[in-house]
């Protein structure tokens, strides 16, 4: 059994949010692999269901981004699962828009979100890494982390998303290279 958290923030004045973007890949992998009803649990929102022979459970938690490592902590321990069944998918400022990169441990690089489950956890757990693009500036970063993706950017958002949870089958089975490799094909077409 593997635990798969979308980070975000909860409420729909945030959901088109880059930040919220983590949750979006919940979402989409829970209507692709025909998951279980939402069930409130772990301060979050939690769906049971399979990818490929893979017990998958996703969550979303609801704490807000700055505390989302209470929330994965108690499923966790819930479930009497390790960080080795953990990946957490979330924003991420260094890599292109739309990029998918996936990797083991390491900083939160300012990801508030990574801050708390780092603090709560470690820091060694899976992280699939969506990129968002850099505003350029450190001053615009909030604003660009905290706003809506844009009209144009809606079709390789929704690209992105569909080959994730077509290619999921393989971030199960913890064939990384595979599944990034994948994803990129998946959106050259």
């Known amino acids: ?26 979402d989409t992998l829970a209507e692709f692999h025909d998951f279980g009803p939402v069930q409130k649990k772990f301060q979050g929102w939690l769906q049971e269901g399979r990818i490929g022979g893979d017990k998958i459970l996703l969550l979303k938690p ?3 981004m700055n505390e989302s490592g209470r929330s994965v902590g108690e499923a966790l ?14 924003d991420e400022l260094d890599l292109a828009p739309f990029k998918v990169k996936v990797k083991q441990g390491g900083g939160t690089a300012g990801h508030n979100g990574l801050r708390s489950i780092d603090q709560h956890l470690g820091p060694d757990f899976r992280r699939v890494r969506l990129g968002i693009g850099h505003p350029g500036h450190k001053d ?3 604003g660009h982390v905290l706003g809506n993706f844009a009209k ?3 079709d390789p958002l929704a690209d992105m ?8 089958e393989w971030l199960a089975r913890g064939d990384n290279a595979r599944f990034m490799s994948d994803v990129a094909l998946r959106q050259q077409d």
Not at 1 to 26: D, I, T
Not at 161 to 168: Q, R, T
Request: zero cysteines.
């Open 1 to 26: 059994m593997q635990l798969w958290v979308g980070l975000g923030n909860p409420g729909p004045q945030y959901a088109l949010h880059r930040h919220n973007v983590g949750f979006m890949v919940m």
């Open 62 to 64: 609801a704490t807000y």
């Open 77 to 90: 321990r819930f479930y009497k699962l390790g960080t080795d069944a953990l990946t957490v998918f979330h």
């Open 140 to 142: 615009r970063v909030t």
């Open 152 to 154: 144009a950017e809606m």
């Open 161 to 168: 998303l569909g080959a994730i949870a077509g290619e999921a």
